[in-house]
T-cell receptor
Framework: TQLLEQSPQFLSIQEGENLTVYCNSSSVFSSLQWYRQEPGEGPVLLVTVVTGGEVKKLKRLTFQFGDARKDSSLHITAAQPGDTGLYLC???????????FGTGTRLKVLA | NAGVTQTPKFRILKIGQSMTLQCTQD?????MYWYRQDPGMGLKLIYY???????DKGEVPNGYNVSRSTTEDFPLRLELAAPSQTSVYFCASSPSKGDYEQYFGPGTRLTVT
């Protein structure tokens, strides 16, 4: 059974602070996605990473795929209350069409 | 485009009742998925489909059935509802090439009592 563990599970920080969320597995993924989900809504894709060591930036968010393609991180610089939500990573192994979702990190940014 | 639509938004079932959760997408995506999300948790894949007439089991298929007669529709059937099926159900679709970005519906909140 493939498992994607996210840490921390919960995070409450003040506006303007930096944070990093981790997504780890023992499986090798051909691609990994990060989603953000707000209460009462479905997840929305933030980014897809496909190459080991790849770094992608989306405004204040920086995503990194591990060299061995088993882990990933999401770093938020100068967090804002609008960043509040549930962050989910999802990995796809080679030869499959389905993604396995991580356990989730619930972020709350206080004004 | 409406994207992915799901009905109903909320439903309360008694133990042993049956129901069908509807999912429709208008993006001509070949791939469709059903997930369940328990409170504060990530998503668990129930079933998925790579095209009309083709379905396959995900991580937690027991107690559910699906069909895919058209590209647009992917209904999820609960035959004998149990309290363990209380959850929020999300349908998603993705194109069959590229990064397989998944587009999610708004979810169906199901309570079984």
């Amino acid at each position: 059974t493939q498992l994607l563990e996210q840490s921390p599970q919960f995070l409450s920080i003040q506006e303007g602070e930096n944070l990093t969320v981790y997504c780890n597995s023992s499986s090798v993924f051909s691609s990994l996605q990060w989603y953000r989900q707000e209460p009462g809504e479905g997840p929305v894709l933030l980014v897809t990473v496909v190459t080991g060591g790849e770094v992608k930036k989306l405004k204040r968010l920086t995503f990194q795929f591990g060299d061995a393609r088993k882990d990933s991180s999401l770093h938020i610089t100068a967090a804002q209350p609008g960043d509040t939500g549930l962050y989910l990573c999802a990995g796809r192994t080679s030869g499959t069409y389905k993604y396995i979702f991580g356990t989730g990190t619930r972020l709350k940014v206080l004004a | 485009n409406a994207g992915v639509t799901q009905t109903p938004k909320f439903r309360i079932l008694k133990i042993g009742q049956s129901m069908t959760l509807q999912c429709t997408q208008d993006m001509n995506h070949n791939y469709m998925y059903w997930y369940r999300q328990d409170p504060g948790m990530g998503l668990k894949l129930i079933y998925y489909s790579v095209g009309a007439g083709i379905t396959d089991k995900g991580e937690v298929p027991n107690g559910y059935n699906v069909s895919r007669s058209t590209t647009e529709d992917f209904p999820l059937r609960l035959e004998l509802a149990a309290p363990s099926q209380t959850s929020v159900y999300f349908c998603a679709s993705s194109p069959s090439k590229g990064d397989y970005e998944q587009y999610f519906g708004p979810g169906t909140r199901l309570t079984v009592t």
